[in-house]
Nanobody
Framework: QVQLVESGGGLVQAGGSLRLSCAAS???????MGWFRQAPGKAREPVAA????????YYADSVKGRFTISRDNAKSTVVLQMNSLKPEDTAVYYC?????????????????WGQGTQVTVSS
């Protein structure tokens, strides 16, 4: 079992930055990780993902150049640095873990999810 706890969400003005952290506990080794978000009335979508070693990453087109995903396996944490935030980035952000180390952007490939953290960007 893996437990995931997100932190770092909040309210920020457009153009600002937030840093989301995901702390993993339990059987955390060799897992790819991802960040997903869900805005009101919309489907959950992938934002960024990273393989176990950190050598491969994925970003949604809407966040490329603004968001950075990174991980510290020694500390079992994954971070999503979000810069130049826009009102359309407003959503609940979820951290998720796979059972294997390979990167994926498919929601169904992630078996473990955090409780989510709210990000609100005001215009």
């Amino acid at each position: 079992q893996v437990q995931l706890v997100e932190s770092g969400g909040g309210l920020v003005q457009a153009g600002g930055s937030l840093r989301l952290s995901c702390a993993a506990s339990g059987r955390t080794f060799s897992r790819a990780m991802g960040w997903f978000r869900q805005a009101p009335g919309k489907a959950r979508e992938p934002v960024a993902a990273i393989n176990y070693s950190g050598s491969s990453t994925y970003y949604a087109d809407s966040v490329k150049g603004r968001f950075t995903i990174s991980r510290d396996n020694a500390k079992s944490t994954v971070v999503l640095q979000m810069n130049s935030l826009k009102p359309e980035d407003t959503a609940v952000y979820y951290c998720a873990a796979r059972s294997v180390g390979g990167l994926s952007i498919r929601i169904v490939d992630y078996g473990y999810w955090g409780q989510g953290t709210q990000v609100t960007v005001s215009s």
